[in-house]
């Protein structure tokens, strides 16, 4: 079962290029035969290790990091005794020497590497069925885009690395926002095409057509392109392999039908969990709580509230933190949830607002407030129905992979909501610094303004 650790330099890549690239972490070098795509079962066991990699390994834009840096850098989280580097998110004021931060974007082109590796190694072996290329193709396709999405939305201009050729990729220039969207969309359009609607196996945790669906809806959400972003959706929603939980304390266990893509953990307890949870037994320590403007948002009622916020008493002092993952045992009850439906419906009320459909844009929103507990909304006018939406995403989806504060960006509300309440706040916080040592060791990068 070695093909089911870590990921690494992959079949015909020379010493050379197992190096750093854009600054990555060393990889590990379990899997460094030539023989990797030498079958279907080893070729997709290497892809199962890089999944393996995103949810065992250390922190990053998809474990737990991107959860605690967008919510500090927006009105979402705060800390309790933060470090000083955790400081920097909170006060907006990040310096490119902020090891999170490195690890944010290493992290990430350490996966976009390992799928660089992975459809540079499919589409030479000779070995694998048609069916099992296809298959990792579009796997690899959609990690790529789903790392470039996430880096383009914290960094803005970032290398576009689509080779594993280090002599290339060392001396890289940033790409716009723009040429990365192109080569994302590109990415989830393939891997649409050639992934299955049908899952690898019988749990949700091998991206499917919808998978790659989901993350191209929201692209179009992002770039303001309602009609597609509507159609998208329209084609999860309607698909019927989807449904929300009738609970909400069920949304986040493996067995959810509401996921579209989960990740799944070696032991019970996700990072997301240590993270986010209180530290210590007999005198609970609150970790990153909710802020009173945060919880002063749940309407009366709101089973979201309930099922999805717990709360502690420090020195007197009551907490209350996200609880969407609740699990502390060794047992595996709940996979990480990268995709769901409910984002589904958000996304589709608001391109559907966009497009003067109003009355399909309320009933999206109805249907997931009926979840919650709650009535229809009475929001009848596109200014209201906005405001709505902009309100229930706060709701459904907080504390969940950083969705407030690139909501914030693109909204461009970020500075109207953060100016009042962010000592120093200026425009240029709204991206992330490039780290320090990746502009130490490619001269062709640039910093971002304000840093």
């Not at 099992?132 to 939305?153: C, M, P, S, T, W």
């Not at 692209?219 to 989807?242: D, P, Q, R």
């Not at 909710?290 to 309407?299: D, G």
């Amino acid at each position: 079962m070695r093909y089911l650790t870590y990921i690494i330099c992959m079949l015909s890549l020379a010493a050379a290029s197992c190096k750093k690239f854009v600054e990555v972490p060393t990889p590990d070098d379990r899997i460094v035969s030539d023989d990797v795509f030498s079958s279907d079962a080893k070729a997709s066991g290497a892809m199962t290790a890089v999944y393996g990699n995103l949810i065992n390994g250390g922190g990053s834009f998809i474990n737990g990091f991107g959860t605690t840096s967008g919510g500090l850098s927006s009105d979402e989280l705060q800390k309790f005794n933060p470090s000083a580097g955790e400081q920097e998110f909170l006060n907006n004021a990040l310096t490119p020497t902020n090891t999170t931060l490195r690890t944010l974007w290493s992290s990430a082109y350490q996966s976009i590497y390992y799928a660089n590796a992975i459809l540079e190694g499919v589409r030479r072996s000779q070995a694998l069925s048609a069916g099992v290329k296809g298959q990792l193709e579009g796997e690899a396709r959609f990690v790529r885009a789903l790392h470039y999405f996430y880096l383009v939305n914290y960094f803005g201009s970032v290398p576009l690395v689509t080779s594993t050729d280090y002599a290339v990729n060392s001396t890289l220039p940033r790409s716009e926002p723009a040429a990365v969207y192109q080569q994302i969309r590109a990415d989830l359009i393939a891997a649409r095409d050639l992934l299955p609607e049908a899952y690898v196996g019988s749990e949700r945790i091998r991206p499917n057509r919808w998978t790659a669906v989901a993350l191209l809806a929201r692209t179009h959400l992002y770039n303001k392109e309602w009609t597609e972003a509507v159609a998208a959706a329209s084609n999860i929603i309607g698909s019927g392999v989807y449904q929300l939980q009738v609970d909400p304390a069920t949304v986040y266990l493996k067995t959810s039908r509401e996921a579209i893509w989960q990740l799944s953990p070696n032991t019970g307890t996700l990072r997301e969990t240590s993270l986010l949870r209180p530290t210590g037994t007999t005198a609970p320590v609150p970790q990153y709580f909710l802020p009173s403007s945060a919880m002063a948002t749940f309407e009366p009622g709101d089973l979201r509230r309930r099922k999805w916020v717990d709360s502690v008493t420090h020195q007197g002092t009551r907490y209350y933190y996200p609880a969407k993952y609740r699990n502390t045992t060794t047992a595996v009850t709940e996979y990480y949830t990268v995709f769901r439906l409910a984002e589904v419906y958000l996304i589709r009320a608001e391109a559907r607002l966009n497009t003067g459909d109003l009355d399909g844009a309320a009933q999206d929103l109805n249907i997931v407030r009926t979840r919650a507990g709650l009535p229809n909304t009475l929001a009848t006018t596109a200014p209201d129905l906005s405001t709505a939406i902009v309100a229930e995403r706060r709701r459904e989806l907080f504390a969940e992979m950083g969705h407030r504060w690139l909501d914030l960006k693109r909204w461009n509300l970020v500075s109207a909501v953060l100016s009042p309440i962010k000592t120093g706040w200026q425009a240029t916080d709204t991206l992330y610094p490039v780290p320090n040592d990746e502009l130490l060791s490619n001269n062709s990068l640039t910093q971002n303004p304000g840093y």
